[in-house]
Structures are given as C-alpha cells and as structure tokens.
C-alpha cells in the first residue's frame, strides 16, 4: 500500500506522499486540542454532584453480582452485603482508589507509527462500535456480518483521521462462542491500529489479550506494561454491574489493558430525569467501577466514560446529540478532569438515515464532547439509529466531520508574515490575493481539503449529477473498499494468529458471560 | 392566530399556550448566552491583529468612493486625497470614534413583545438575508419572488426563536425602484419582528425608515431614539467602500438605525490566503466603517460583523462553514469584545441542497459563532448555496438547529431536588425511573422536543413512511403556511402604510446608488 510505504520511509517528503496516496484524508497524526474546555458547570457545581455521587455510593451503594469482584470490594474495606449483592463504599476508600489511576495513557498499536497517547491535550478517535445491524444505500439495513465487520475495519485503516478500531458492526453470523475470535484476527490482519475487545467472560477477554501480544510479537510481560487493545465497560443502570461487566473490570486492569468504565444514563429511563441527577448516577457508578479496577491492580489503566442522554418524554424513546447531551458531554469532562483520568464521549445521533439530522446530532455530539475535552471519542464514525445500525455512508460523512474538527484543532498562525501588510500593500484597494506572491507560496496547505463537502457552483454540482452528500459518501465507502490494501504483517505472525483461532475453535471457542 | 392572543394576555399560562399553538416551536424568549466565548487567539495575538490593521488604516488606508463620507472624515482630521479617493486614519482618530460607539443596542420591534436586547450575554437569531434564489423540493430552485419573500417573513414570523427579519429572498420580480416598498410593506404586515433595509441608495433607506415609524405609530423623534430596522453594510472588500455603503453607514447612524459594519473578507481571494492575514484586514475595514458612523453620529448604534471564511484553492469557489470559519467566527468575537462592540456573525452552507453537508457545515458555522459570542446571527435560517438560495427545507432544519442552541444555552440546574439522591433511592439497583414521582413531576418539560428530528426505532419510522429529515422540513414548511395568519394590525396603520407605498410608486420609486 502506497500509504504504508510512504509512511515507512519517514520524513515530510514521505507524509506528503501519504497524504496523496488517500485523497481527501488527513494524513496519521497524534491529535492535540489547544482550546480550554466549556465549562457548563460551575466549580461549586462540580463539587455538588461529586458529593451527591459520594454519598449514593456510601448510602446505598452498588449491586454487583460477581462473587469475586464482592470479594475484592470487601478485603478493601467496602460494606458488603452477600445476600441482597449491595456493596456499599466508604468514600476515603473511593478516592484512595480512583487516585491510583493514571493520568494518561498510551495505546500501543502493532504498528509502532499508529499509537496514540491518551489523556492531557492529546486525543484520538475511535469507530462506531457494537450495532448488531449493518446498512448502505445499495443493499439497505440487514444483520450485520463478518464481511461487514471487515469493511469497516478496512474504512478504520484508511481514513487516519480514526486512530483507534472498535468492533463496528456484530458479525451475527458467526458463532458468538468463536465471535471474538474472528473480529480480532480481521481487526489484527486487516488493520494495524489498536483493537477493541468485549467484556464477554474471561476466556474471550484473554484469548484477545493473547492474539494481540502474537500481533504485537512482544512477550507477555511486556504486554502487561504496555496497554496494546481496550475494552468498554458498561454499568447496568441504575446502580448495578453485573458478571461479565464486573469481571471484565478485573481481567483487564490485572492484564494491564485499558478499561474504560462508560455509565449508559438514559435520564428519564435508567437514569433520572434532571441531568443533575444523571450525572451523579454516571458519577457515582464510574466512580465505583474505576475504585474496582484499582483495587484489582493499582494503577491499570482505565477511562471515565460520560454517557448521559435522554429520552423521548412522548415516547420513551432514546434521544441522542440533543441539547441536553451536550451539556452533559461537557460536563462529564469537567467530572473526569475533577478526578484527573482520562475522559471518553461519544458522536451519536438517533437519526436512522444518514441525513440532515444524523448530521446535527452528530456535530451537537462532537462538539459538546470535544469542547468538553475528550480524550477518547467513541463511536466517531459510523454510529446511527442510536447505535442500533453501522452506516457506511455515515462513517464516510462523520470522517468529514472529525477531520474538519481536527482541522479546528489547528490554531491560527500569528506571525509577521500571515498577519500580511505587505500582501495587502501588494494588492490593494478593490484588488484580488488569487495571484498575489503571499498566497502563491501558501495556496496548497492553506486550508482544509475536503473529502465529502462539494462546493461547485450548483450549475457545476447539478452537471455532476446533483448527489447530495451521503449519495458521495456511498460513492467514497465503495471505492475506498476497492482500492483497499491491508496493511504489511509478517506471514510468520499472520501464520501463528491463524493457528491460535484454528486450535481455539477447536476447542470449541470460549463460554460467555450470561450465554 | 392563537399564539398571538395566548402572547397578548401574558403570563406563564398564556406562554404554554403560545407554545402549544406552535408544536415544536420555542415560545419566544430573549435569549442569553451564560458560557464564557471560547478563546481560539491569546490577548497578545488579539492584540497583534489590532496592531496591525490600525497600521493598515494608517499606511495605506481604505479607498472611499463616496465624496461626502471622505467630506466627514477630512474634517474629523483624516488624511485624505481626493485625486485617488484614499482615506488614511490616524489610531487615535479611529480609537476614539469607535470608542463613541455603544456596546449593546435594544431593537424595537412593531410588537413590544418582540423587542430583543443585543449585547452583552444577550442575543438574537435573524432569517437568511439577500440571496437572489429561492429553492423547496416541490418547486425547484427558481429566481427569487415576492410570494416567496412573503412565505419567508410567515415562517420568520412563526417560529419564534427567530428574533428578527430580514430580507430572505430577492423578489426580483419586483422593479429594483418600488422592491424595498414592497419588502418593506410585506415585513410589517406579515411580521411584527424587527425589519432589515438594504443601503441602495438614500431614498430606499429614508422610505423604510418612515413605514416603519408608520408601523409603530411614533413620532420621528422617538424614531431616532429608538432604533427600529437595520442594515448591514458590507465594504468593499478589499480596502474599499463604494457609495450606497458609504452614503447608507452615514445615513442610518443619522436616523439612529442600527448598522452592522460586515467585511466580506474571503481568505485567497478578497483578503489574504491567512487566517491572521484576512482577520487584520476584517478588524481594518470594521473599524473604518464603524469609525465613519461614529463621525457622522456619535453614539449611533452599530454592530461589528465578521464574516471571514476561505475559498477552494483547487477552483476559486467561496467555502462556508468550514474550520477556518469557524476559527475565524471565534477570532471575530475576540476582535469586537476588545472594542466593546455587538459582534454578528453568521450561519452559512456551501452546500447546493439541503442535506447532511448543509447541516455539518452550518452546525460549524454555529458553534463557531454562537461560542464566540455572537449577538446577532444573521443567516440564521434559511441560506443555501454560499448565500444563492434561500431554501424552505433549509429554513425549518435550521430552526431545529437554533432551537437546540437554545436549548443548549439553558444552563443545567443543579439543587438538591434536581440532584434527585431520593428518585435514585427510590427507585433503587436495576430499576427505571420512567414511573418514578421525581420523573413525572417533571416529564413534560424536562428536554428539548424536537420540530424536524425523528426518534422513533426503525421500523416505526419506516412504517410512517420513511422520509428523511429534508423530506419531513418540506412537510412541516408547507404546514406551517398553511396555517399561517398574520399578527394583528390596526387598520388605521395598515392603510397609512397602502398609502405610503401607492404614494411612492407614483413618484417612480426611488433612485438607487449604482443602479
């Protein structure tokens, strides 16, 4: 692949030809956000729903149904009660706990080029994840499978504006004992970007712990130091974790692999109706999930996942990238910062046709959430119907949307030289900069380039065939997929990956959590 | 019209139900923006662009084409050469009759109810303004009428997060003599919002000004106390001021009508290929114009307008809503908060059809605006095409987008009822809060419902025909003219106005400047 030999020879010369070799795309880069996060919350604020949360966790505490996750809770000193599973946590030991985790986090990808740092300025995005249902313009809205699993896993690798895969779609047609198997190895073989595992029992956990440490070709002691994929952890709300989500928690902070603890806090459903109080419940159960995940093996890595939307109150339908997920996007990075740990959101939108509105939801999403100072945005391309179905053409159309906020990431210039007397004093009064000296040298890196955006005349547009904006994006999803190549892997890695699925499905693939 | 009547007999239960008489609609508010402006410029480079377009006005100057406008300001101690019509400005000229200037400015409108304050943490949302097209799915993309003009003012009219008029399309089937009689008559009678009038001359601007005295039965003295209409003068950019802008800044700060000052500074073509660049000539030319206003009439009431965005460099064309806008929409905020002035800004599309580039592109341009500050959106609903068309479809998708703004502004209330510790013990581990007493005190009022955005699942979204959000906007514009009726008018003033207009038409119209 053009991009990857590009890539490997190093230098600008080499990034410039990256760069060409995908038109329309952002070249790889670690991306940093200059600006101060909006704060929608006042400090006191902030400090209220941080008490609130506290005193939820001291007084009525957490129902967690894993035996052993209770086990750890109490040797640390937690209250707990084995017969009705309620865990109720002093908040000295909360905090003692939370204070534990890092900071910052660096994902290691089996290409070295695409790690990415997490936490502080620095941030990356992610893919949609999870939809059990996959869809385009051509063949419509169907189950998702493993062929579409891996054509999303293909647009992960070629847009570089997504830093980091997720599982994008759910291959239902594959066996969910060996499910697990088989994302990985497309995710690992067609992609060499950080991968995403469920927390869906212990066995798929480790068997995807152990097929990226083979991709990696690093000992296992190594991938211990060295966070290498990621899981999400969803609370059941209200107030509860249940056993693969408890035992995700541990099985990844013992492994030393990031483990971001996302309450869903629908307000008005699993979650009460203010966003005040919404947010204390996110707070309260992040708070516990993560103190678990330190008591497990102090220090693992971990993020605090914002999640609040709201319901429909007509119709108690799930409501996605609305007013009110903004300011709960933003003031979830004002809670994640108030403890100092990384902090995920997420582009969303309950729209179900790649349209207007997908669009703003999504953007009010993005920028809530980025504004808010995420370090993770999940879910960033792809994600409709409120995470019910993968789109290809909304993955095409939110790759515009987060290039262009990486673009806006880009600070102004403000020298001499573009402050630009002396074009102006070149050109002058009712004059044209098109052919000035000043914008000749600088024409070409300017501005950003766009990968959906058509902005011809309508004449010109109309002429091309008048196709509005998701009728391009089915255009770009299906020529990128045929001019897709995966990226190089050593057959003796590709080999031994092969082997590990072959003798684990063999052996008849993994027991699941709940299945 | 019901909400009229709801509106006029006041109070809370008179505004549910203005709001019911408009589903989906925001019931009218002055808004308020509560979150500090982002800051995409440090003070020293906010103070480095000032530098440099005070050096601008200094060295080289702008050309002003008007000959009583260069009168006024050789006299206030400019450096003026009338052989090449160029007009050099002395800083401490231009700090202080800028510094005359005031910093908020309250717009009376026909109906008091709709006065709105702009300035400050207040703000106002205004139509799309001047494209020469109109567009709706049914009929296509046509020249501009006085039938669509009319429906434009209805749906202005209507929604009420729109504050104020303008005017949203060219009804190029009116003669250029007789157009702003017959805009003007149509703003006034179908809306009692505050009106717009294009500087094309004197005559236009003095004729507005008297119908909309006649509109609100004042006497010209309290017409010039009060500004009641508006206008924005666009320079000509670069460095130049023709003469109906320069004849309509004097003559509006004359009559006490507010002027907005709005460069058209399109980075590689009419300003510089630099962010920084563009901005200092943006900040150069602003503070010209707003200067000359202050000469002609100090303390006239005036807006400082940003409008700098980027062209194409592949084809020259006009981009809007880009990252660069966005940054430029923020820069522009800081540029008019160090001089104490009301900052417009806009909500713009390159897009040739109301689709999802439409919605990305114009969410960019809000959140870089409306978090910069802005006080006055212009553009607010409706522009297409760079500001070719004005599209019915784009208009109601954009009221959905100024809603959830405005939804966006209302801050999150945190007590100890909205922190809801008692819902969440109520309700308890794995409960739902649907049911919940905390839920359903508060239900019907606790989110932001949406006008265009559909949150059903799939299916029953399919059922109901499966149109997407364009589709629906049609839907909901062709209902709401439907049901439209004009807000009340003493009859007395309606006939006044007919007169003044026949009167007027007889005379020939007026001469307008360039014509």
Do not use: C
């Not at 290409?111 to 740092?117: C, I, L, S």
């Not at 062929?147 to 570089?160: G, P, V």
């Not at 920028?367 to 995470?387: C, I, K, R, V």
């Amino acid at each position: 692949m053009e991009a990857e030999r590009g890539r490997r020879t190093g230098g600008a010369g080499a990034r410039r030809r990256a760069a060409a070799a995908k038109p329309g795309a952002f070249p790889w880069r670690q991306l940093r956000n200059p600006y101060p996060p909006i704060e929608v919350l006042t400090p006191e604020q902030v400090e209220a729903i941080h008490e609130a949360s506290l005193r939820v966790l001291e007084d009525f505490g957490l129902r967690i149904l894993f035996d052993e996750a209770r086990g750890l809770l109490r040797a640390a000193g937690a209250e707990v009660d084995d017969g009705s599973r309620r865990v109720r946590f002093d908040r000295g030991l909360v905090m003692e706990a939370v204070g534990k985790a890092p900071a910052a986090v660096r994902l290691h990808a089996r290409n070295p080029a695409h790690d990415v740092e997490v936490g502080g300025d620095k941030l990356a995005f992610i893919t949609v994840g999870g939809p059990p249902n996959a869809s385009d313009l051509e063949r419509g809205r169907r189950a998702g499978s493993l062929a579409d699993f891996s054509d999303f896993i293909r647009l992960a690798q070629h847009f570089d504006v997504i830093h980091v895969a997720n599982q994008p779609v759910e291959p239902v047609d594959v066996e969910p004992q060996v499910r697990h198997l088989e994302t990985t190895l497309a995710t690992l073989t067609l992609s060499d970007k950080v991968p995403f595992v469920f927390a869906r029992g212990a066995q798929p956990v480790a068997d995807a712990i152990e097929m990226v440490r083979i991709a990696r070709g690093i000992d296992a002691e190594r991938m211990a130091r060295e966070p290498s994929l990621y899981t999400v952890i969803n609370t059941n709300s209200p107030l509860q974790i249940d056993v693969p989500m408890a035992r995700g928690i541990i099985d990844m902070a013992r492994a030393g692999q990031l483990m971001i603890l996302t309450p869903f806090t629908l307000a008005g459903a699993m979650a009460p109706v203010t966003l005040a109080g919404a947010l204390v419940q996110q707070n309260a159960e992040a708070l516990a999930g993560i103190a678990l995940s330190q008591i497990a093996n102090p220090g693992a890595p971990v993020g605090y996942g914002g999640f609040t939307s709201n319901v429909d109150m007509r119709s108690g339908a799930p409501a996605f990238g609305t007013p009110e997920y903004a300011k709960a996007a933003l003031a979830g990075g004002q809670l994640a910062r108030r403890y100092g740990l990384p902090y995920r959101s997420s582009n969303v939108t309950a729209s179900n046709v790649a349209d207007a509105q997908a669009a703003y939801e999504s953007e009010m999403a993005l920028w809530g959430a980025l504004l808010g100072g995420t370090h993770l945005l999940m879910h960033g391309a792809g994600w409709l119907e409120g995470g019910l179905t993968a789109s290809f053409e909304k993955f095409v159309l939110d790759v515009e949307m987060l290039q262009m906020m990486a673009a806006f990431f880009e600070e102004i210039e403000v020298t001499p030289e573009t402050l630009a007397l002396d074009a102006l004093h070149e050109v002058g009064p009712g004059g044209h900069f098109f052919g000035a000296a000043h914008t000749m040298a600088r024409y070409e890196t300017a501005f950003y380039a766009p990968l959906v955006s058509d902005w011809r005349n309508f004449e010109a547009w109309q002429e091309a065939g008048g196709l509005d904006a998701t009728r391009r994006a089915h255009r770009i999803y299906k020529q990128t997929l045929a001019a897709f190549e995966p990226p190089p892997m050593d057959p003796a890695v590709r080999e031994a990956l092969a082997a590990f699925v072959a003798r684990r499905k063999a052996e008849g693939g993994a027991v699941l959590d709940g299945a």
